[in-house]
């Protein structure tokens, strides 16, 4: 059989995949994975080849791998899944084509178990490398130019998430993020190396003067800028991200 392409960054497949395994060994032989978007089916290629029961889910079937457990569903819609019999939602380079990222991420509560996880890929526009572009063009790595306007498609980048506003998505939508990975960090990356002490100064003096409620301001020095300034967030190509259903 011919590989089936996987339509994302190097490595992200690896990493999700062991996160996501790691969660299914956790709930044990009844756990189920909704992979979406699908695409032609690569990463539920690799659960079924562990022996995970894997639902698949995409606005159109072009799936490379046979799966009875396939439903076309639009990520901007209500999902055709049950309330709760979800243990795991995969979404793999997915929420930034959506129109709708909120409505998404709540749908995915409303799936999954209580205590189930939700893994995120996306690009990371936290990253040095990608402000730094931002900084000279106005536009984030991954999304380099304008988006055709006279011919809008799924596969735009629509929605880029930062790390502060995917936590904000997740944590106002009934989730506690948990785990902040990426995928790779190329070499040319270490370039930006040298802007982390004036990015950092800047960072804490912005958040220290313009963040007036003090519980905010104690979770952005506890948490948030902790998360943005690990090496995973200044250096690396994706942002992973696992999520828990509180």
């Not at 969660?23 to 699908?38: Q, T």
């Not at 948990?178 to 930006?192: A, C, D, F, G, M």
Request: hydrophobic share 40%; aromatic share 8%.
């Amino acid at each position: 059989m011919p590989r089936i392409p996987e339509n994302t960054a190097k490595n992200t497949h690896n990493v999700v995949a062991e996160l996501c395994l790691r969660e299914v060994r956790a709930v044990g032989s009844d756990a189920r994975v909704l992979d979406i978007p699908s695409g032609a089916g690569a990463f539920t290629k690799r659960m079924l080849d562990a022996g995970v029961e894997v639902h698949s889910g995409d606005i159109d079937n072009i799936m490379q791998v046979e799966n009875p457990n396939f439903r076309v569903a639009d990520m901007n819609q209500p999902l055709p899944y049950d309330d709760g019999t979800l243990s795991v939602v995969v979404c793999i380079d997915g929420i930034e084509h959506l129109e709708r990222p909120f409505d998404f991420v709540r749908e995915c509560h409303r799936v999954l178990a209580p205590g189930g996880a939700f893994i995120i890929s996306t690009p990371n526009i936290t990253a040095l490398r990608s402000r730094w572009r931002w900084f000279w063009t106005g536009h984030h790595n991954k999304c380099k130019v304008p988006l055709d306007e006279h011919s809008p498609n799924p596969l735009h980048h629509i929605n880029m998430l930062s790390y502060p506003k995917a936590r904000y998505l997740l944590h106002t939508n009934g989730f506690d993020l948990e785990q902040v990975t990426t995928n790779r960090i190329k070499p040319v990356s270490w370039l930006y190396a040298i802007y982390v002490p004036l990015a950092f100064v800047a960072t804490k003096l912005a958040y220290g003067k313009e963040e007036k409620v003090p519980r905010q301001r104690d979770i952005n020095a506890r948490d948030i800028v902790p998360a943005v300034f690990s090496r995973a967030m200044l250096f690396g190509e994706s942002m992973i991200l696992l999520a828990r259903k509180t």
